[in-house]
């Protein structure tokens, strides 16, 4: 099933990157901030994600490296989509870029002046 999920989703995924591309990443990366965990690209089979990227490895490498999900947590890392991502395309300055972005992006809650009080 999650092939065929992907087959779908790709159609929609973009790059360019609209409305709905913006919401099938976050859905595919897991939409918490605070929260670590895995979003519904870690269900799917690595070897179609792969596959996608190589079609156009110019736009799709960091554009992947935007939105997998992250997992920083040392016992979940030597699995994870991220490292793999930097396993097959970290030598790519732009997938360097995109990974430590999505990775860097914060959130929270309550007051502004809370959040940047020193």
Known sequence: ??????????????PPIDSRAFRICLWLRGESFFVE?????????RQGIWDWVQEDIEKRASYLAHFVP????????QGSLARDVLVHYGDREDVRRELRANFSSEGWSGPASEHYHE
């Open 1 to 14: 099933m999650p092939e065929e999920v992907w087959t779908l989703v790709t159609k929609y995924l973009g």
């Open 37 to 45: 965990g895995d979003g519904a690209l870690s269900i799917m089979r």
């Open 70 to 77: 992250k997992i920083i947590s040392v016992d979940k890392w």
